[in-house]
């Protein structure tokens, strides 16, 4: 063990005196340059630029070695021996390098000397920034546009500018044909100077080196024209009614791009303004007399006069809401009779009495021509109101009903169809329903098929005994009714039915005529069984009363015949070729 301790001291003071008596200058030389490329195609071999001293020629190699850092982690690049090396990267990465110099005729340490480090650098090129975008006033003088370097920044660049007027409408910026080469603007940075137009400009970066042209950011130079901003306040809704909201909208120009609105309320009878709202619109619940206004202050620079700029005022008309109340309540009179509604309404306000009935299917008819005033004088059953309006306000009072009551006389007529075709059916007769009367039906030449003992009864007529009928004969056709009120008095009315047209009668059937739909809401259609045949039709209602008629020629298609009849059941009486069909209708709503 001793011996080896011995031995190791020996060897180690060897070193020691050999590495202190290193008397060579070895130099490593010198290598470069360091390379900033956009491809990796583009890195050119680092070359020897200084050969290093001291050295063996025909003893001395080479060895090239790399690092991520250039501090440490030096990697040695197997089989590159030669003075010079070409580095292989790749895309946006950076890598270091560096030679030593090993001379194997000179003893160790002495026989090495490490080269400077080379850089080299593979980074997509990218265009500069350019700065300078504004918004200025018409014909004054505009901020430079400069830039921030792209990548690589130490690279040869030329450069071109290019500009885009703005067209009045349409922002074609985006389309290069309508770009315009400025010329002899060559230079990095660019001096717009005095404008007038509102114009884009663009920078072309071209490269020297085969790394292609790019093109920059757009500057924008919005030109605005100088203008004296104002504001205009109107309101929908004044006069406005009590506790209903008014909404209130501005109208202003030269606000610029980003106008700014403060509302003020000044209450009525206090003098003191109050910041209520802001943006282009409010709504709120007034009183009235208010008063309200807004300022606009304009974003901007190029304006005459001083921010703000104060609307007109407003001053709210609020007005209550009508409140009619009619002051009776529902009544009956007898036929005859008369009585008076009256009504509690506000002051200065139009009035308007509206009676309805439900054979009504208009508002229109409703309106009682004349009655205009508080008090109205009825004398027809019915559904009773009252509409008030102040000019802004209206409100309908709430309904009386109105009953007349014939109060026990008899009639003196029977309703219903006349004349008829005969063997018509379904037909309906009546008188007017008297509260205590009873009532009995006779008939002569039909059968009664409903409604004996009340006041209207459905009766179908025989059908002719011959194939020729009169337009008006005999009495082949009658209906009576007697009447007995409480006091047993009776009396008999007796109307006498007549028969339509000297003509053959055929059922619907036998004629072979559709008519559909049926029911209808609207339009029905007349199909008829041949064409070329002159038609006459008559619509008439259960009571016999005409409400449309007219004719047509038949083409073989269906006829289109209106319907505009209040909805119940009608008859169609068709007239043709010395013929006479009856057909039934059903109008829903």
Not at 144 to 151: C, E, K, L, N
Not at 247 to 263: A, D, K
Not at 526 to 531: F, R, T
């Amino acid at each position: 063990m001793k011996k080896i301790l011995l031995l190791l001291t020996f060897l180690t003071s060897l070193y020691s005196v050999s590495y202190a008596q290193c008397t060579n200058s070895i130099t490593a030389g010198i290598i470069g340059p360091d390379q900033i490329v956009c491809v990796s195609d583009k890195i050119q071999r680092i070359q020897n630029i200084a050969s290093p001293t001291g050295i063996q020629i025909n003893t001395s190699v080479y060895k090239w070695e790399y690092s991520i850092d250039g501090i440490s982690g030096w990697t040695e690049i197997k089989y590159e021996t030669d003075a010079t090396y070409l580095p292989i990267l790749y895309p946006q990465s950076i890598r270091y390098y560096r030679r030593t110099i090993i001379d194997y005729s000179i003893s160790h340490p002495c026989n090495t000397a490490t080269s400077n480090i080379v850089k080299i650098s593979v980074v997509p090129i990218t265009a500069g920034l350019l700065t300078g975008s504004e918004t200025i006033c018409v014909n004054s003088v505009s901020t430079p546009i400069t830039a921030i370097d792209g990548t690589p920044p130490n690279k040869a660049y030329t450069y071109q500018w290019r500009k885009y007027l703005r067209h009045d409408y349409y922002d074609l910026s985006e389309f290069d044909y309508y770009w315009s080469t400025i010329d002899g603007a060559t230079n990095e940075s660019y001096d717009p100077g005095i404008l007038s137009t509102t114009t884009y400009y663009k920078r072309l970066q071209i490269s020297s080196d085969g790394c292609g042209t790019l093109t920059s950011n757009v500057v924008k130079k919005v030109i605005e024209q100088i203008n004296s901003p104002s504001v205009t306040l109107n309101a929908n809704g004044n006069p406005q009614c009590l506790s209903l909201q008014t909404r209130f909208m501005v109208t202003s120009t030269g606000g610029g791009s980003s106008p700014n609105y403060q509302w003020y309320l000044i209450p009525k009878g206090s003098g003191t303004k109050v910041a209520i709202g802001t943006g282009d619109t409010y709504s709120n619940i007034l009183q009235n007399d208010d008063e309200i206004y807004v300022e606009l202050v304009s974003s901007s620079n190029c304006i005459i006069g001083v921010n703000p700029f104060i609307s007109n005022k407003i001053t709210m008309d609020v007005r209550p809401i009508p409140q009619p109340t009619i002051n009776e309540s529902d009544k009956t009179i007898c036929a005859g009779e008369t009585f008076t509604f009256t009504a509690t309404v506000g002051n200065g306000t139009t009035l308007r009495w509206t009676k309805y009935t439900p054979e009504m299917t208009s508002y229109e008819e409703r309106i009682i021509s004349g009655a205009t005033t508080a008090a109205y004088t009825a004398t027809q059953s019915g559904i009773y109101s009252i509409h008030e309006d102040n000019g802004t306000c209206s409100t309908t009072s709430g309904t009386v009903t109105l009953t007349v009551d014939p109060c026990g006389a008899f009639s003196t007529t029977i309703t219903g169809p006349n004349p008829v075709m005969p063997g018509q059916q379904n037909a309906v007769y009546g008188v007017p329903n008297q509260t205590g009367f009873t009532y009995t039906w006779s008939v002569t030449g039909g059968t009664i098929v409903s409604g004996q003992n009340t006041n209207a009864v459905t009766v179908d007529w025989n059908a002719a005994t011959t194939n020729s009928l009169a337009r008006t004969t005999s009495t082949p056709y009658s209906i009576s009714v007697v009447e007995k009120n409480q006091s047993n008095q009776t009396k008999t009315t007796t109307a006498t039915i007549n028969t339509i047209t000297t003509a053959v009668a055929k059922s619907q059937a036998q004629s072979g005529i559709n008519v559909f739909p049926n029911p209808t809401t609207g339009t029905f259609n007349i199909e008829m069984p041949e064409s070329g045949i002159h038609v006459t039709y008559d619509i008439q209602d259960l009571t016999g009363l005409s409400v449309a008629s007219g004719t047509f020629t038949s083409t073989g298609n269906d006829q289109t015949i209106s319907a505009d009849l209040h909805a119940g059941m009608y008859q169609i009486v068709l007239t043709y070729n010395n013929i006479v069909t009856c057909v039934r209708l059903s109008k829903v709503q």
